[in-house]
C-alpha cells in the first residue's frame, strides 16, 4: 500500500519511470521496481517507451536498454 502512495506522491507510474530514466536515483529506482514487483511484471527503467500503449499492466516484462513503440 505504501509503495502505491509513493508512486502517486511522484506523479503515477509513468511520470516515476521517467524520473527514474532522467536522474537515475537509487530510492526512485526502488520504488519503481516495487511497484512493478507487485504487478508481476518488469520494465526496465532505462527502457525507452515512445507512443507505447499497454491495455494492461499486469505480467509485461520488457527488459532494460530496449526503444519501443512508434518512433517520431
Given at each position: 500500500m505504501i509503495i502505491k502512495i509513493l508512486v502517486k506522491l511522484f506523479g503515477g507510474f509513468w511520470s516515476l519511470k521517467n524520473k527514474c530514466l532522467k536522474t537515475n536515483n537509487k530510492?526512485?529506482?526502488?520504488?519503481y521496481y516495487a511497484y512493478l514487483d507487485k504487478r508481476g511484471s518488469y520494465i526496465g527503467h532505462n527502457t525507452v517507451l515512445k507512443h507505447a500503449i499497454f491495455p494492461?499492466?499486469?505480467g509485461i516484462f520488457i527488459s532494460g536498454g530496449q526503444i519501443l513503440g512508434k518512433i517520431v
Amino acid at each position: 500500500m505504501i509503495i502505491k502512495i509513493l508512486v502517486k506522491l511522484f506523479g503515477g507510474f509513468w511520470s516515476l519511470k521517467n524520473k527514474c530514466l532522467k536522474t537515475n536515483n537509487k530510492f526512485l529506482i526502488r520504488i519503481y521496481y516495487a511497484y512493478l514487483d507487485k504487478r508481476g511484471s518488469y520494465i526496465g527503467h532505462n527502457t525507452v517507451l515512445k507512443h507505447a500503449i499497454f491495455p494492461h499492466f499486469n505480467g509485461i516484462f520488457i527488459s532494460g536498454g530496449q526503444i519501443l513503440g512508434k518512433i517520431v
